[in-house]
C-alpha cells in the first residue's frame, strides 16, 4: 500500500468514481437524453411535419440536438468537485493533470455521451430517417460526440471559477465546434445522398476526435491550475 | 509584487508617451495619401462602378483583423511562457480593436455584397470564417469582463487564445470544406486577372494607413489599460488601508 500505486489501479479508480457520480442521484447524466428528446420533438414544430423534409434534415437536426445536449451537460464537468473541494485535490494529487482531465472527460461522456448516441436511433424515427441513414448518424456521433466533450472541457475549465459560467461556456465552445459538427453532419449526409464518399468526412471527424484528446485535456489541465493559484 | 511589475510599464508608458505623437502623424499623412488615391486615382471598375471602391477599405479591415489575432496569440504566449505584464495588457488592449475591425470588414464586405451579388449576405466560406472569427474576439472580451482579477483573467484568456490559433487553420479548412458541398463554383472571385497597379498601390497604402491606425489604438489602449491597473492598484491599497485604520476604532 505504502509504495507507488500502479497508472491502471488510479485511473480505473478515477473513472468508476467519476461515472458513478454522474449516473446516480444528483448527478444529472440522464437530462441530457431527456433535452436532445425536446429538441427534436420542437423542430417539427418550427419547420412543419413534413417526413420528406424531415428526413432530408434529420441527420443535421440529431447532431444539432446532440451538440447542444452536450453543451448544456458540459458545467457538471469540474463545477461539482470544485464545490466540495475534490478538485483541489486531484490538483494537488501528483497525478498528471492532462491525464486526470482525460479520464474525467471520458467517463462524463460516457455518463452524457454515450447514451445520447444511443437514443439517437430511436429518434431517428421521428424524423423519419432511412436505416441507412440511422445507423451513419449513429456512427458520426458515437466518434464525433467525445470531441465536442473534450473540446468544451476547456471551456468548463476556463469557466469553473465562475458562479454564472454556463451561458459563457456554450460561447466560447461553439466556434471550436464547428468542425466537428460539419465533418459529422457531411459524412451522415454523403451516406444517404452519396454523391461524395463516406469514408473521407468520416476520417476527418475521427482526426478531429483525436486532435481533441490531445489539445483539449493539456488546454484544460493548463486553465484548471491558473484558476486554482 | 503589484509595485515590482508597475517598474517595466512606467518605461514603456515614458517610452510610448514621446511616440505616440509621431504614429499618429504618420497615421494621418498615410490616411490621406490612402483616401486621396482611392478616390481620384484608382479607377472605377467597368461593372461594378464606384462600388469597387468599398474595397480599399474592406480588404485592409480583413487583413487587420487577422494580424490582431497573430497579435494577441503572441502576446499569450509571453503571458503564459515569460509572464511578461505587459503582454497580458497588450492582448486585452487588442481584442476590442480586433473585433471592431473584424465587425468593419463584415459591414462593408456586406454593403458590396448587396450591388454584386443581389444580397447583403451568403454564406460564403471567407464571410463565414470571419464570422466565426468575431465571435471568438467577442466570447474573449466577454471571458476578460466575467472574471474580476485581471491577472486569472489574462491567463484564461490567453489559454483560450492559443486555443483559438491552433483551431483557426481547422475551422477555416472545414468551411472551405462545407462550402464547397453546399455552393459550387458560385463565389465572386476577387482576384480574377492579375491587379492593375492603379488599384493595387492605393491597396497597399490603405493597408499601411491600417496597421499604423492599429498600432496607435493599440498603444492608447495599453496606455488607458496600465493606467486602469494603476488606478485599481491604489483603490485595493486605499481599502486596505481603510479597513486597517477603521478595525481599531471599532475595537474600542
Given at each position: 500500500m505504502s509504495g507507488p500505486t500502479p497508472a491502471g489501479t488510479w485511473v480505473g479508480a478515477l473513472f468508476a468514481r467519476e461515472l458513478r457520480l454522474s449516473v446516480r442521484v444528483g448527478g444529472g447524466a440522464l437530462i441530457g437524453v431527456l433535452f436532445f428528446l425536446a429538441v427534436i420533438t420542437v423542430i417539427p414544430f418550427g419547420v412543419g411535419p413534413d417526413l420528406n423534409l424531415l428526413a432530408r434534415i434529420g441527420p443535421a437536426v440529431l447532431w444539432i440536438g446532440a451538440l447542444l445536449a452536450t453543451l448544456l451537460g458540459l458545467d457538471r464537468l469540474f463545477q461539482a468537485d470544485r464545490d466540495d473541494g475534490s478538485l483541489d485535490l486531484m490538483l494537488m494529487a501528483g497525478r498528471p493533470l492532462e491525464l486526470v482531465v482525460l479520464v474525467k472527460c471520458l467517463a462524463h461522456w460516457a455518463g452524457t455521451g454515450l447514451p445520447l448516441v444511443i437514443a439517437a436511433p430511436v429518434l431517428a424515427i421521428f424524423?423519419?430517417?432511412?436505416?441507412?441513414?440511422?445507423?451513419?448518424?449513429?456512427?458520426?456521433?458515437?466518434?464525433?460526440?467525445?470531441?465536442?466533450?473534450?473540446?468544451?472541457?476547456?471551456?468548463?475549465?476556463?469557466?469553473?471559477?465562475?458562479?454564472?459560467?454556463?451561458?459563457?461556456?456554450?460561447?466560447?465552445?461553439?466556434?471550436?465546434?464547428?468542425?466537428?459538427?460539419?465533418?459529422?453532419?457531411?459524412?451522415?449526409?454523403?451516406?444517404?445522398?452519396?454523391?461524395?464518399?463516406?469514408?473521407?468526412?468520416?476520417?476527418?471527424?475521427?482526426?478531429?476526435?483525436?486532435?481533441?484528446?490531445?489539445?483539449?485535456?493539456?488546454?484544460?489541465?493548463?486553465?484548471?491550475?491558473?484558476?486554482?493559484? | 509584487m503589484a509595485i515590482a511589475d508597475l517598474a517595466n510599464p512606467t518605461r514603456f508608458m515614458a517610452l510610448s508617451g514621446r511616440l505616440l505623437p509621431w504614429l499618429g502623424i504618420a497615421c494621418a499623412l498615410a490616411f490621406a495619401a490612402g483616401l486621396y488615391m482611392t478616390f481620384f486615382v484608382a479607377p472605377d471598375d467597368y461593372q461594378q462602378g464606384a462600388t469597387v471602391k468599398i474595397m480599399f477599405?474592406?480588404?485592409?479591415?480583413?487583413?487587420?483583423?487577422?494580424?490582431?489575432?497573430s497579435v494577441m496569440a503572441v502576446s499569450a504566449l509571453g503571458t503564459l511562457i515569460w509572464k511578461h505584464p505587459l503582454a497580458d495588457v497588450s492582448a486585452r488592449a487588442a481584442a476590442p480593436i480586433g473585433?471592431?475591425?473584424?465587425?468593419?470588414?463584415?459591414?462593408?464586405?456586406?454593403?458590396?455584397?448587396?450591388?454584386?451579388?443581389?444580397?447583403?449576405?451568403?454564406?460564403?466560406?471567407?464571410?463565414?470564417?470571419?464570422?466565426?472569427?468575431?465571435?471568438?474576439?467577442?466570447?474573449?472580451?466577454?471571458?476578460?469582463?466575467?472574471?474580476?482579477?485581471?491577472?486569472?483573467?489574462?491567463?484564461?484568456?490567453?489559454?483560450?487564445?492559443?486555443?483559438?490559433?491552433?483551431?483557426?487553420?481547422?475551422?477555416?479548412?472545414?468551411?472551405?470544406?462545407?462550402?464547397?458541398?453546399?455552393?459550387?463554383?458560385?463565389?465572386?472571385?476577387?482576384?480574377?486577372?492579375?491587379?492593375?497597379?492603379?488599384?493595387?498601390?492605393?491597396?497597399?497604402?490603405?493597408?499601411?494607413?491600417?496597421?499604423?491606425?492599429?498600432?496607435?489604438?493599440?498603444?492608447?489602449?495599453?496606455?488607458?489599460?496600465?493606467?486602469?491597473?494603476?488606478?485599481?492598484?491604489?483603490?485595493?491599497?486605499?481599502?486596505?488601508?481603510?479597513?486597517?485604520?477603521?478595525?481599531?476604532?471599532?475595537?474600542?
Open positions: 424524423l423519419n430517417l432511412e436505416p441507412l441513414a440511422t445507423g451513419a448518424v449513429t456512427l458520426t456521433l458515437a466518434v464525433g460526440t467525445p470531441a465536442l466533450t473534450l473540446i468544451g472541457a476547456i471551456g468548463a475549465a476556463l469557466t469553473v471559477s465562475l458562479r454564472r459560467g454556463g451561458l459563457l461556456l456554450a460561447v466560447l465552445v461553439i466556434p471550436f465546434s464547428i468542425p466537428v459538427l460539419i465533418f459529422g453532419v457531411s459524412a451522415a449526409d454523403a451516406a444517404i445522398t452519396d454523391p461524395t464518399p463516406f469514408l473521407t468526412p468520416f476520417l476527418f471527424l475521427c482526426a478531429l476526435t483525436l486532435v481533441a484528446s490531445v489539445v483539449g485535456p493539456f488546454a484544460a489541465a493548463m486553465a484548471l491550475r491558473f484558476s486554482s493559484d | 477599405l474592406h480588404v485592409p479591415a480583413a487583413w487587420l483583423a487577422m494580424m490582431c489575432y473585433a471592431a475591425f473584424t465587425f468593419l470588414s463584415l459591414i462593408t464586405g456586406s454593403l458590396w455584397g448587396k450591388p454584386m451579388w443581389g444580397t447583403y449576405w451568403v454564406w460564403d466560406a471567407r464571410l463565414t470564417s470571419v464570422l466565426v472569427l468575431f465571435i471568438m474576439y467577442l466570447g474573449l472580451i466577454a471571458l476578460w469582463r466575467t472574471v474580476e482579477d485581471p491577472i486569472r483573467a489574462g491567463k484564461a484568456t490567453a489559454v483560450l487564445t492559443l486555443v483559438g490559433a491552433i483551431n483557426l487553420p481547422i475551422i477555416k479548412f472545414s468551411v472551405d470544406w462545407w462550402n464547397t458541398l453546399h455552393q459550387p463554383a458560385s463565389v465572386v472571385r476577387l482576384d480574377g486577372p492579375a491587379i492593375h497597379p492603379t488599384i493595387l498601390w492605393p491597396l497597399l497604402v490603405m493597408a499601411l494607413a491600417f496597421t499604423l491606425l492599429f498600432f496607435t489604438l493599440h498603444m492608447m489602449a495599453m496606455r488607458n489599460e496600465v493606467l486602469r491597473r494603476r488606478l485599481r492598484t491604489l483603490q485595493l491599497g486605499a481599502a486596505s488601508a481603510r479597513t486597517a485604520t477603521a478595525r481599531p476604532q471599532a475595537a474600542e
